[in-house]
């Protein structure tokens, strides 16, 4: 039995919801879920809409195409239709830090991630051992000031090569060019160690342990060409206080960094997520 994710932003107007799921019932779907938002402000309706298909004989290209032309236009329709037994692809990027990758590749390898992972790339030869342990491929595509344009030739080669769906930083310290961010806009997902935009630079636990905090965040969002500006997916805080060392405060961050970038992917990959006007609206 095919199961389908559709997923809808436009105008707010009446008569959505009904003729969205009367669609859904000619193709012979049966509804699993359905969730749906509006954004007074901005007169903007927000649905995601799951359902099985009952006819083994259905095609999802056909219900694609037939949507397109009975629904979307005359309602003039932002959307996408997914097909949830084909995995995204995601490629993860990093650099020398450890904890989010290992993460990553543990929920992935116990099956908690509904992805693919065809590699990993890295400006470093650091972190290759984790990858060939997880039987990935690990591909060092260095990446400076002085060879960017190389850099992100290799990385778009490999990128279109494998079809990626959505690409993942699990703490890779360079700046995604503006190139890579059209091709995949809204799909490039980054972890922040903070509550964005407190504590930039290099080493924001030290600034925010010497400002006495009593909580510090992490947040996940899709990469802009205004740094760390992008959508926001996920959030999450834990409390410090006098007692807690800057050792204890790295440790705490990247707890929250692993668990908050894990969550992110998963809505992301369960396609939970829907962008519009730099925000996101989140079905849980």
Known sequence: MQKITLLIHCKDQKGIIATVTNFILKVEGNITYLDQH?????????????????NPSSSVEAIIA?????????????????????????????SKY???????LGRYSAGELNVEIPFII??????????????????????????????EKQQIELLQKHEINFIV????????????ISLYENKIINIHHSFLPAFPGAKP????????????????HYVTEELDEGPIIEQDITRVSHI??????IMKGKDLER??????????????????????????
């Open 38 to 54: 509006v954004d007074v402000e901005q007169n903007v309706f927000f649905m995601r809409l799951e359902s099985e298909l009952t």
């Open 66 to 94: 037939d949507f397109q032309q009975t629904i979307a236009t005359d309602f003039d329709m932002s959307w996408d239709l997914y097909n949830k037994e084909v995995k995204p692809k995601m490629a993860l990027f990093v």
């Open 98 to 104: 450890n904890h989010c990758l290992y993460d990553i």
């Open 122 to 151: 890295s400006n470093h030869m650091d972190l290759k051992p984790i990858a060939d342990q997880f039987n990935i491929p690990f591909y060092h595509v260095p990446f400076t000031k002085d060879n960017k344009a190389e850099g």
């Open 169 to 180: 930083l699990a703490r890779y310290m360079q700046i995604i060019t503006p190139d890579l």
């Open 205 to 220: 636990y030290h600034s925010a342990f010497k400002r006495g905090v009593k909580i510090i965040g992490a947040t996940s």
């Open 244 to 249: 807690n060392s800057v050792d204890d405060f």
């Open 259 to 284: 668990t908050v970038l894990a969550r992110a992917i998963k809505l992301h990959a369960e396609r939970k997520v829907m962008v519009y006007s730099n925000k996101t609206v989140v079905f849980y």
